[in-house]
């Protein structure tokens, strides 16, 4: 027993009553709460929860609701088949949500259901071969918009059984691949088609052969606001417009913006007087998007930025009940706040406080409800009462008074040509000041996203595990505004590899990290980095890199970033090889990689393909530094399978304690 005992991980013997460190068998324990919706009325909010089946090896998804006081929590779906997207009718009387759960039509697939709020079994009201992504009600509650994958005519024709069968892919798109979705064959579009609840018979609002998207009612009924792509080469040039369009089958849409980027995400004022949507960057730029809110007059004329002097992203904007202001979400450096603006202009003014995300939100009558997550506390549902946050659910908390979690802290340096960098520092459990610990740099992917203040398995997971967890906000990241962001463009693994180690030495020379127990490591473009770092320096003793690419030049019409390459670097007979070189130093200088380093990929990733983790493993086989690949079979760029990600997390652990303690 004593010898037993002396081989258990230090971390295992801190606490020996009351809460315990977080470990693997806790990893699918607990439930994302998601999608807020609050009634008509303002009384209940709905959402959707998502929890693991183990035994099953899947996730499944049920829709929930909430009393704005918090006194009721009810499941409202209970089927093994996941449902989402609840949306309430205007009148109140119903909540739609998709589902791909068995129902009374001949077709399979997600279909639209209709729970009666006044009791009775949910009853589907679509029965359709084509993919349904989208419901949006009209404000008389009889009619839905509805997003809709068109399947090719040939196809449609075809029975159940000879659609399973396989049939050679034609590819006749210039970019024709997209993770998850696979080959975009043919020409299949997601367009809106116009549904009556009663009849339950569709029609296709617009004829022209082109995807659309974020169709919204205007506040009559009259006509629908939505985003497309109507550039004459649309496949090519990533942008989008806003348009409007009589709610009538077959009408013929107008459009509203000019802009030579994407607008998306429209939303009616309550007069129906104006439309609020949210500008990106152009074109060129679209990999290093920061979105601005804008409004527009419903009939045209010319757009207002309205966050102009913010200088940061924002998302998911509406309109007050009044009219007279926009509300919407900011990501500010390692936070995501509520905030809200007059629609004649003027002051940003910030609705919520504190180190936390604001992860979703939305507002009707006197609710505005908000999921909420910080470091140590997974989303859970909010209402702002009163201009503060009240929480409503806990669907977590009884895991959580279960364990002890690690302190997360901000932390700020400079890097060698003198930027500034933040980040966030997560400690040991049980850390103690003067000790150092190994430390495991771990970098987020995008580039334009942020590591921030919300609850992040990954990274409680190895502070319970005994390390020191640095994430990095590097030239690139999203929350810094938009020079911030796009000083990399051109330049990938430059400026991003400058941030991430100057964030090592800091935490080295804070005392906190022990300077020869260093790893590295991170997904996608976090897996990129994690090339770029070992083909820099040696001073990382373990490495693991997932879904990334060293030689981005084998890439050009591999994976699903074609438009991307084209606008930023472009095609190496316009450009030349030499930017192309510039970008390619991991895997053409992988004699300079002394770093044991795992590689990790599902084999469906179109998004960043096995074939860059198998270049890199090869490359390092080759030059003699210890290597292992893992592949993910039917796994897309985000690894879904329950048992999966375990296995992943399990293979983290092991990689880093074989080269770390």
């Not at 609002?205 to 006509?223: C, I, K, M, Q, Y």
């Not at 369009?245 to 995400?265: C, E, I, Q, R, Y």
Request: aromatic share 10%.
């Amino acid at each position: 027993m004593t010898c037993a005992k002396l081989l258990l991980p230090w971390f295992t013997l801190i606490l020996t009553a009351g809460p315990r460190p977080l470990t693997l068998d806790d990893m699918h324990k607990f439930k994302d709460a998601a999608d807020p919706r609050c009634s008509p009325d303002g009384k209940w909010i709905a959402y959707t929860l998502a929890s693991v089946d183990p035994a099953a090896d899947k996730r499944d998804t049920d829709i929930w609701m909430v009393s704005y006081d918090g006194k009721e929590n009810i499941r409202v779906t209970t089927s093994p088949e996941s449902e989402t997207s609840p949306r309430w009718s205007p009148d109140g009387r119903y909540l739609a949500f998709l589902s791909g759960r068995p129902g009374t039509g001949k077709n399979k697939g997600t279909q639209i259901w209709l729970l009666d709020r006044r009791g009775g079994e949910a009853q589907q009201i679509t029965d359709t071969k084509a993919r349904i992504s989208g419901l949006e009600w009209a404000p008389d509650s009889k009619r839905v918009a509805v997003l809709v994958r068109d399947e090719e005519e040939e196809i449609q024709k075809l029975s159940d059984k000879d659609r399973e069968k396989p049939r050679p892919i034609v590819i006749d798109r210039y970019s024709f691949k997209r993770d998850g979705a696979g080959y975009l064959s043919g020409m299949k579009r997601t367009r809106i088609q116009l549904l009556d609840v009663a009849s339950k018979k569709m029609e296709l609002l617009t004829t022209a052969d082109f995807d659309e998207g974020g169709p919204v009612w205007s506040p009559d009924g009259t006509r629908i606001a939505f985003t497309s792509n109507h550039a004459a080469d649309w496949d090519k040039i990533p942008t989008s417009d806003v348009f409007v369009v009589d709610a009538k089958p077959g009408a013929t849409p107008k459009k509203l913006t000019v802009f030579p980027g994407s607008d998306t995400s429209p939303v009616w004022s309550p007069d129906g007087k104006w439309i609020a949507y949210l500008q990106g960057s152009e074109h060129g730029l679209g990999e290093y998007n920061m979105t601005k809110l804008a409004v527009i007059g419903a009939d045209g004329g010319v757009a207002k930025i309205l966050t102009a002097s913010l200088d940061r992203g924002v998302s998911r904007p509406d309109f007050t009940a009044d009219g007279k202001a926009l509300r919407f979400l900011v990501a500010d450096d390692m936070s995501v706040y509520l905030a809200q603006v007059p629609v004649a202009g003027g002051a940003v003014e910030r609705l919520t406080a504190g180190q936390r995300v604001i992860g979703a939100w939305d507002q009707a009558a006197a609710c505005t409800a908000a999921l909420v997550s910080s470091d140590n506390s997974p989303g859970d549902l909010y209402v702002l009462d009163g201009g503060s946050l009240r929480k409503l659910t806990g669907h977590n908390d009884a895991l959580l008074a279960e364990l002890t979690l690690p302190v997360t802290e901000e932390v700020k340096f400079k890097s060698k040509d003198g930027n500034e960098a933040h980040g966030l520092l997560t400690k040991p459990l049980g850390y103690e000041a003067g000790k150092k610990y190994p430390l495991l740099l771990r970098i987020h992917g995008g580039p334009n996203a942020q590591d921030q203040h919300a609850f992040q398995l990954e990274r409680q997971m190895f502070a319970a595990s005994g390390y020191a967890v640095l994430n990095v906000n590097y030239r690139g990241s999203s929350g810094r505004g938009q020079q911030y962001t796009v000083s990399i463009a051109k330049d990938w693994g430059n400026k991003e590899v400058l941030d991430l180690l100057a964030g090592v030495d800091h935490v080295v020379a804070s005392g906190v990290a022990d300077p020869e127990k260093l790893g590295v490591g991170g997904w996608s473009y976090g897996g990129i980095l994690t090339d770029y770092l070992v083909a820099t320096t040696t001073r990382f003793k373990a490495a693991t890199s997932g879904a990334g690419v060293a030689f981005p030049l084998a890439f050009y019409g591999h994976d699903q970033y074609i438009r991307q390459y084209d606008n930023e670097i472009g095609p190496p007979w316009k450009t030349g090889i030499e930017p192309w070189v510039k970008i390619s130093y991991p895997f053409l200088h992988a004699d300079r990689i002394k770093t044991p380093t795992l590689f990790l990929c599902g084999d469906k990733d179109f998004n960043v393909p096995l074939l860059g983790s198998e270049q890199m493993y090869q490359a390092l086989r080759n030059v003699g530094v210890d290597t292992q690949l893992i592949i993910y079979p039917g796994e897309n760029h985000g690894i879904a399978k329950p048992s999966f990600q375990r296995d992943r997390m399990q293979r983290y652990l092991d990689w880093y304690k074989k080269y770390l303690n």
